[in-house]
T-cell receptor, first 115, second 118 residues
Framework: SQTIHQWPATLVQPVGSPLSLECTVE??????LYWYRQAAGRGLQLLFY??????ISSEVPQNLSASRPQDRQFILSSKKLLLSDSGFYLC??????????????FGPGTRLTVL | AQTVTQSQPEMSVQEAETVTLSCTYD???????LFWYKQPPSRQMILVIR??????QNATENRFSVNFQKAAKSFSLKISDSQLGDAAMYFC???????????????FGKGTLLTVNP
């Protein structure tokens, strides 16, 4: 069966510090991967998605970047955090192709607080 | 671009009663998927139910069912025999059925917070 992991679960960082959040998927190959941010306990905003190694698409201009160094690894980074980067970050995946796999499967999330 | 609107920021229901959560969406596509996700206090996103737009039959999953009105672009979720464990934030989401790249992304509504009263 497939599982998705995110770490860390919780992070408190000062303004101006770097950030690295990691997401890994097990039990599948060539997944599509996604990073979402959820602010103030409300809706989810898509930040980045990836359809393959080294292929990153950004949905919203911002202080963050993403990388996919391996097939099942997706990393969210920042060189200098802003207060507005605080939120709950969710990683998600979908199997490659196929109508029968339309839904996304989400990781447990990372709660980031920037002080 | 597609949009998803959930007009009820909060709803409440008595345990064992039935509640309906509303969702409308806007799209120019004819083939797509719609979902309801549940986010309990743990904040783990859990798929509740999915609907393919090409299917006329409304999807059901145990106590959860949808009323899919394609012409009206409406996709409501009905929870029957509500239980305390149903208390959560519920999100409606849209996904294009067109293959490739950004079409696989989900567009979410802002959510409805459901409270279940004992």
């Amino acid at each position: 069966s497939q599982t998705i992991h995110q770490w860390p679960a919780t992070l408190v960082q000062p303004v101006g510090s770097p950030l690295s959040l990691e997401c890994t998927v097990e039990g599948t190959s060539n997944p599509n991967l996604y990073w979402y941010r959820q602010a103030a306990g409300r809706g989810l905003q898509l930040l980045f998605y990836s359809v393959g190694i080294g292929q990153i698409s950004s949905e919203v201009p911002q202080n963050l970047s993403a990388s996919r160094p391996q097939d099942r690894q997706f990393i969210l980074s920042s060189k200098k955090l802003l207060l507005s980067d605080s939120g709950f970050y969710l990683c998600a995946w979908t199997p490659f192709g196929g109508r029968e796999w339309a839904e996304q499967f989400f990781g447990p999330g990372t709660r980031l607080t920037v002080l | 671009a597609q949009t998803v609107t959930q007009s009820q920021p909060e709803m409440s229901v008595q345990e064992a009663e039935t509640v309906t959560l509303s969702c409308t969406y806007d799209t120019s596509e004819s083939d797509y998927y719609l979902f309801w996700y549940k986010q309990p206090p743990s904040r783990q996103m859990i798929l509740v139910i999915r609907q393919e737009a090409y299917k006329q039959q409304n999807a059901t999953e145990n106590r959860f069912s949808v009323n899919f009105q394609k012409a009206a672009k409406s996709f409501s979720l009905k929870i029957s025999d509500s239980q305390l464990g149903d208390a959560a934030m519920y999100f409606c989401a849209y996904r294009s059925a067109i293959s490739g790249g950004s079409n696989y992304k989900l567009t979410f509504g802002k959510g409805t917070l459901l409270t279940v009263n004992p």
